[in-house]
């Protein structure tokens, strides 16, 4: 029986409608090519085969025999790289792949300049701890000097009005305190 040879015509795909409320994409939607199809007739088996239920692993063909016609070889993956290659338009993709790595050099870049924020936050934070504990050191040292002043003044104006009677209310008259 002679091979014969059909091609197949997939309909065609068309473009999806927008619908409200949706961003709409960036990438292209990639349709699938039509595939093309070959016919061809089974292959002539030869009178020294055997009819096993199990199919021969020996030919490529699928016969035992090599008087068989066989219709030209077609590469499917080289069809469908040529289909695939004229109708993807690869600059959309290039562009996003494009975006995408400045994207990510730009986040990388924010990144590191976060952890060197961060580490320059913690020195200073480091350093106004120091500062501030140096601070509380220092106020508490002036509170323990103001009350040891305070205590020898009280004890001062105490012995100078027993001592000094007269003189001391005649200078309080004069000078009055703040705290009267």
Sequence with gaps: ??????????????????????????????????????????????????????????????????????????????????KLSVTVNREPLDKSLVNQAQTSGELNAKNRELLELQALAQRRLKSSRANFADGMKAAKEVKKDLEWTQKHVNNLKTKTERKYPKQYRKASQRYPSPEH
């Design 1 to 82: 029986m002679p091979a014969t040879q059909s091609r197949y015509q997939a309909p065609s795909y068309s473009r999806p409608v927008t619908m409200p409320g949706k961003a709409p994409s960036k990438i292209p939607i990639a349709y699938p090519a039509p595939y093309g199809r070959t016919s061809t007739s089974p292959p002539q088996r030869g009178a020294s085969v055997s009819s096993s239920a199990v199919p021969s692993l020996t030919s490529d063909s699928g016969s035992n025999s090599g008087d068989c016609d066989t219709a030209p070889s077609i590469d499917l993956v080289e069809l469908l790289n040529e």
